[in-house]
């Protein structure tokens, strides 16, 4: 009998042959991965067997909670229907029909057609590929430059990560592509400075005008941002910012793309982010919460207008083997019939969000916190030392942090020294009340570290 393996046993295995994403891995070599081993409703169990609440939905996914058997029970039916096959060359299949009408009935009206991909990041390589297509059949062949943010995210592809505005990641590999730019991000506490806010999300949104002048209307395809920045940071623009960018927006003949991947499926308490901010982009790269995470899937909703042109151009030679996989599709239909029929989109906005933000913003008044915000189901703390000037801890502390949340049974994340939050919508009040105690108690933990 072989013994069953240990936590040890699984680090070393993973260190011999695990090479992981967004990772240190001198760092992890050293210290060896924490095995996540299974998982229910909002929490997850560690191969300690040490319960932890998944304050991040897994990477913003999962959105209608672990362990639901209606998302198991879709896949083993499709599996033995039909387990694969392809959208390509004049073929479809049940499974992909519907769900894309199933999107277009939550969808914002007038966009009614989707295509496929297999995760965010090929959204966005479509979303880059497609707006490219749409003005060269518009014979505007020279609109190919596409306006992005500082500190957006968008994917890790190359494609993705160029759209995208880390530094980090452009720093490795040449990026970003040629053809792309970048502008400020509205990001107030963090650059705001001495700045009003409504005036810095004002100045914020200009800085479009003024890149779409510089770079000329002409060569301009595209802009594309997340309505709030999720990986950047939690930033939530000033109010000011979004119909700023909208005035700008329309001036323009250039497309806007909202990237949707974490902001879509509820995550505002509206089933897109546009429909909270009332925007209304030509195309939305979706993912994440398509699927709640239970199978890997993305693609692109377009408006109309964006359909017609593609339906003009003849052939568009894009495609994955994996576009609209029919398992993903299936396990994506169940996951939007359970978000529809639970009626959780409705309890985040009418409940639970402002619940949480309410409980929130009492973490404002701990000694590191300089700004508690949030919104919908989402929520950032900014670590500071001193709170009136905003001034950060040298080194920066949110490493530290978020190792005290490990330890304490609490996964949340920290992106420079801004600790981050996106549960699953699922989550209910006693579980906010237990997130909101953890997230004191790792804030308290890092402070006595602080004080030595
Ligand atoms: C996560 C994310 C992506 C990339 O999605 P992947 O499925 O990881 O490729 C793209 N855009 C946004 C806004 C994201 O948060």
Redesign the pocket.
Known sequence: MTQPRTTADWQALGRQHLLAPFSDYKQLGAKGARIIQRADGVYLWDSEGRKILDAMAG???VNVGYGRRELADATHRQMLELPYYNLFFQTAHPPAIELAAAIAEIAPAGMRHVFFA???????DTVLRLVRHYWAIKDQPQKKVIIGRIN??????VA?ASL?GMKAMHGQGDLPIPGIEHIAQPYWYGEGGAMDPQAFGEWAAEELEKKILEVGEERVAAFIA?PI???GGVIIPPQSYWPRVRKILARYDILFVA?????GFGRTGEWFGSQYYGLEPDLM?I??GLTSGYL?M?GVIVRDHVAQTLAEGGEFYHGYTYSGHPVAAAVALENIRILREEKIVERVKAETAPYLQKRWQELADHPLVGEARGLGMLGALELVQDKKSRTRFPGGIGMRCREHCFANGLIMRAVGDTMIVSPPLVIDREEIDALIGLVRTCLDATARELAG
Request: proline fraction near 6%.
């Open positions: 990477l913003w996914c297999g995760s965010g990041s090929e959204a966005n957006g995210y968008h994917g890790s592809t993705g995208g997340e920045q999720g990986a990237d949707e991947v974490i902001c790269p993912a994440k890997p993305g």
